[in-house]
């Protein structure tokens, strides 16, 4: 930790700190937030969320004015918990101001590196599989990983910034058990998971990057195709350690994308998630930007040679957590 926060002291970043109770912990489909209420002097009572993410916090920030800040963040997550998962956890978030994507996306390289420098590993090992930390990284598109390892011309199924059910299932019916209610996003990630995941990092960090529209979450649509977004994520040993974004400014796109998401909670776990009304504004007025959100215990665990997340924070989890 102290390496890393050097390396963004010399890169003239400031270090944040941000609110862990928030309106909204995110508005990701999959994503559950544990929940508190406040009680006023009054007896009043107000709900309020353990955040998932520092992000919505940090982009007022950036929307304030703030050029690059970086911050080690305390997130909860609900419905996690494994050998590379933990209710709670460290997640090492930065933000670059009018700087494209490729700028983080090299940080996240170099970041990796410096934290097994500091450790002293020569190379990261997990579950059998090994990649060299300071070796040039594998870049790879998502369309061409799903062409590699599963056959799929995953672009095909895209049109018009949507999935298209069908086509899909098509292409992945005698690869994996596909439901009724499967949706376009629940094919991805099933092939995602089972096929190309377990590919990457292999030998070396890879990046997979140019994840499809559907996917982008809050990631901006590309320039260089209308199919793709400017999302990336880096991986380790088959270990997703990474997830960056060229920042989506839009927020009339960005309140559509979450509806859907909300829309889409409801109907799979009966519940939603209320909307940042600040953060959505600041979207509005935020300048251009990329961020990354990295979490940092699979980095040390895989910087230390550990078998698991647990191993290397101070108090894990007990009582069936």
Avoid at 11 to 24: D, H, M, R
Avoid at 204 to 220: F, M
Avoid at 238 to 261: I, K, P, S
Wanted: charged residues 25%; contains cysteine; aromatic residues 10%.
């Amino acid at each position: 930790m102290r390496a890393i926060r050097t390396w963004f002291d010399e890169q003239g970043f400031t270090e944040v700190e941000t609110a862990i109770l928030q309106v909204s912990p995110g508005n990701e489909i999959h994503l559950h937030a544990p929940r508190t209420e406040l009680i006023d002097a009054d007896g009043g009572r107000t709900l309020r969320y353990l955040r998932t993410s520092p992000e919505f916090a940090c982009k007022k920030l950036l929307a304030a004015g703030e050029k690059r800040i970086f911050e080690f963040a305390r997130v909860f997550r609900d419905r996690e918990r494994g050998r590379l998962h933990l209710p709670e956890f460290t997640m090492l978030e930065w933000y670059r101001a009018n700087e494209t994507y490729d700028a983080v996306m090299a940080d996240g390289i170099v970041l990796i590196a410096h934290a097994a420098q500091a450790t002293g590993i020569g190379q990261f090992s997990f579950q059998g599989k090994i990649a060299d930390p300071f070796a040039e990284p594998e870049m790879l598109t998502v369309a061409r990983a799903f062409e590699r390892f599963a056959g799929i011309d995953l672009l095909a199924t895209i049109g018009d910034g949507e999935g298209d059910r069908a086509r899909l299932a098509a292409a992945a019916q005698t690869k994996t058990r596909i439901a009724t209610d499967d949706t376009w996003s629940d094919i991805f990630s099933k092939i995602l998971v089972e096929y190309v995941e377990p590919n990457l990092g292999q030998g070396r960090l890879t990046v997979l990057y140019e994840y499809p529209l559907p996917e982008a979450a809050l990631a901006r649509v590309a320039a260089t195709d209308a199919r793709v977004a400017e999302r990336f994520e880096i991986y380790a040993c088959g270990v997703e350690l990474a997830n960056g974004f060229g920042e989506l400014t839009d927020a009339a796109e960005q309140r559509r994308r979450f509806a859907l998401a909300m829309d889409e909670k409801q109907r799979r776990y009966d519940e939603r998630y209320p909307l940042d009304e600040d953060f959505l504004a600041a979207v509005a007025c935020m300048p251009e930007a990329s961020g990354v959100a990295l979490g940092f215990d699979r980095l040390v665990m895989l910087a230390s040679g550990a078998a698991s997340v647990d191993q290397v924070v101070w108090t894990p989890p007990t009582g069936g957590t």
